[in-house]
């Protein structure tokens, strides 16, 4: 592996992936120089890139928008599970469970398989979990296997679910609590390494498409022929025009689309140092007391951090850019947490948090009796409507099933507006950085890059030995280098610092090591920016 690339002679990505400034500036020009693309899609989460993914694919022309960034709503605050479908069986949602395991199996094996992997779980049987409710976890786990098979996801790739004695719990969770432990149920599902760079990497396959990737710009007006738009960057006004337009905007679909009424579902999670737990090989499922088939998820990522989540809580009123985690929920995930652990986790030692909401489709009605307000058995299928003007927007769903809630979107635009494309083929597209397994373990790069860039890890690890000031941490209690800041300007279409810390890297998440981060991100940010203009 070559050692000689410099900050201004970087390893090259795959062409016509890079997303930067310069890109921007260009794509921009051309997607409001009066001309109409095929498609134009709002909001670059999940959905949206896939959309965008999706239509350039097929050959059709694209622009794609977002108010804000890549990631910025609710897709980089997930769990960063990929669900195989088990809770849906529990609510009879037969279709939404297959559809999940299928999809899970199309990330791990074909389209990013660097970025989802299996993730071991142990459900503890304390002495909270009664003997009827650990044979109708146990029930669960061994039919979340059948979905598996029926997905015809490989063994290879999930193994199969088993019961552990008490000592084999203890060993893969050592701070569980030892007085009255039977032992326990080990299952698998699917993990991404991180949900915001499984989105960029979809944004960056679709401009390898030809899609056009425009951040900062926010869409005013939506209408059968495009958008009003303002670039948020230097407040210029503009119209996009597009022969069909999708809403992928999660949460916020109801204010571009009149008659889409969104019921939106917080759910929190707390941001722990890994120490508070030890060594900690395995994610833990605790079950919630008193609820039958809910738990609170301990979820270790590997970069000295453990997320413990999540709660499901109905939200009203206006919804927020960045939601803020009730002092509720705090407490609520902590009281979980102490019935099973054997150290106390206290609230001090909970150094971030941070709360997403799902975007489920309101399909209540207020009787004599009033209107539900739970959220945790709204069904998570998505939907796909169309407005009298012909806007198309996709609503619900989840993280897991993006690329088919995307496709299904695509496929009502080109319905609906009679555009010339065939069926998609994203089920094999394989995203930016993906290679079979064996192509992964051949890479000469540390396995946190490979499992952060795939096929890029060698690329951007040349960047860090290249220049020495490149290859430091940004902070001392986080992995990530100086010099995936810099490729994430040159090559993620990051803007700013808060692109740099809270969605290409998560340092952000904790707050006290933002704000140590912050200068060094601040800095390497004047230096990229020199390199892409």
């Not at 899609?41 to 949206?48: D, F």
């Not at 941001?271 to 979820?299: C, Y």
């Not at 012909?390 to 619900?396: D, M, Q, Y």
């Not at 995936?484 to 006290?512: C, K, M, N, S």
């Amino acid at each position: 592996m070559s050692t000689s690339s410099t900050p201004s002679m970087p390893a090259a990505p795959p062409p016509g992936t890079s997303l930067n400034a310069a890109r921007r500036r260009r794509e921009l020009a051309l997607s409001t120089d009066g001309s109409a693309v095929d498609v134009l899609v709002v909001g670059l989460g999940a959905t949206g890139a896939g959309a965008a993914l999706d239509a350039a694919a097929r050959g059709l022309t694209v622009a794609a928008v977002d108010t804000h960034d890549l990631a910025f709503g609710t897709s980089r605050w997930s769990s960063k599970l990929i669900h195989g479908g088990l809770r849906y069986l529990a609510s009879a949602q037969f279709d939404v469970a297959h559809e999940s395991a299928r999809e899970r199996g199309v990330l791990m094996e074909r389209t990013a398989p660097h970025l989802v992997r299996a993730q071991p779980f142990v459900l503890p049987l304390t002495p909270l979990v009664s003997r009827p409710q650990a044979a109708l976890a146990w029930a669960g786990f061994r039919a979340g296997d059948t979905l598996r098979l029926a997905a015809r996801t490989a063994r290879t790739t999930l193994p199969a679910p088993r019961r552990l004695s008490a000592a084999e719990t203890r060993h893969l969770a050592p701070s569980l609590r030892g007085a009255g432990l039977r032992g326990g149920l080990l299952s698998w599902d699917g993990r991404v390494t991180d949900d915001a760079r499984l989105v960029t990497a979809i944004a960056r396959t679709a401009a390898a498409h030809g899609a056009r990737i425009l951040t900062r710009m926010r869409a005013l007006e939506l209408t059968r022929s495009g958008a009003r738009v303002r670039d948020e960057l230097t407040g210029e006004e503009g119209e996009i025009r597009a022969r069909a337009v999708i809403n992928a905007t999660g949460v916020w679909a109801g204010g571009l689309v009149d008659g889409v009424r969104i019921r939106p579902s917080r759910g929190t999670h707390l941001v722990l140092r890994a120490d508070r737990f030890g060594s900690l090989p395995a994610g833990l499922h605790i079950p919630i007391p008193g609820e039958t088939n809910r738990f609170v998820l301990v979820l270790p990522q590997g970069d000295g951090r453990v997320y413990v989540g999540l709660t499901d809580e109905p939200v009203d009123g206006d919804i927020p850019d960045v939601p803020e985690v009730p002092e509720t929920d705090i407490g609520f995930l902590l009281d979980v947490l102490g019935s099973a652990l054997d150290v106390p986790v206290h609230r001090d030692d909970v150094v971030g948090a941070f709360a997403g909401l799902r975007p489920l489709l309101d399909t209540t009605t207020t009787t004599g009796s009033g209107t539900a307000t739970g959220t945790a058995d709204i069904s998570r299928k998505h939907a796909v409507l169309t407005s009298p003007e012909g806007v198309i927007t996709v609503v619900g769903g989840k993280l897991t099933t993006y690329r088919r809630m995307a496709e299904d979107a695509v496929d009502a635009a080109v319905a609906a507006h009679r555009l010339s494309a065939g069926p998609s083929p994203t089920a094999t597209v394989p995203l930016v950085g993906a290679a079979a397994p064996r192509v992964l373990a051949a890479l000469r790069a540390p396995q946190r890059l490979i499992s952060r860039y795939g096929t890029e890890a060698e690329a951007v690890h040349a960047l860090a030995t290249g220049e020495p000031d490149l290859a430091g941490s940004v902070l001392p209690c986080h992995p990530t280098t100086r010099a995936e800041l810099l490729w994430a300007v040159r090559h993620e279409g990051a803007l700013d610092a808060a692109d740099l810390l809270d969605r290409r890297t998560r340092i952000g998440l904790i707050p006290a090591d933002r704000a140590v981060a912050l200068a060094t991100a601040h800095a390497l940010l004047g230096e990229a920016m020199d390199g892409v203009r």
